[in-house]
């Protein structure tokens, strides 16, 4: 399983990027997807999570509202839109894969086997 993360940059604050997830196997479809981020000094934090068996999302408080987790089963890719910016959010985002039909927690990193290599993001105040 391989997971490619893309889209981050150096934004200043209140603005937006699209961060990307191409994952490079064939039971996508069957996989709880999330992104996390791991700030300089501090432990990797749940950001997002969308559920395989219906789709349902699960956002942060830190981000709900300004950040939207998507995915599009047909192209194995996984999306988070990220709005209204700010320092705070500048980090490393991760997105990670649970084990195919996995019905455990979807907050926790123990949780995601398969994790890509990071996208970094930078917020200028």
């Known amino acids: 399983v391989q997971l490619q993360a893309s889209g981050g940059g150096l934004v200043q604050a209140g603005g937006s990027l699209r961060l990307s997830c191409a994952a490079s196997?064939?039971?996508?479809?069957?996989?709880?997807m999330g992104w996390f981020r791991q700030a300089p000094g501090k432990e990797r934090e749940f950001v997002a999570a969308?559920?395989?068996?219906?789709?349902?999302?699960f956002h942060a408080d830190s981000v709900k509202g300004r950040f939207t987790i998507s995915r599009d089963d047909s192209k194995n890719t996984l999306a988070l839109q990220t709005n209204n910016l700010g320092p705070e959010d500048t980090a490393v985002y991760y997105c990670?894969?649970?084990?195919?039909?996995?019905?455990?927690?979807?907050?926790?990193?123990?949780?995601?086997?398969?994790w890509g290599q990071g996208t970094l993001v930078t917020v200028s105040s």
């Open positions: 969308i559920r395989w068996s219906d789709g349902r999302t």
């Open positions: 990670a894969a649970t084990p195919s039909y996995y019905t455990g927690s979807w907050s926790q990193p123990r949780s995601y086997p398969y």
């Open positions: 196997l064939r039971t996508f479809s069957s996989r709880t």
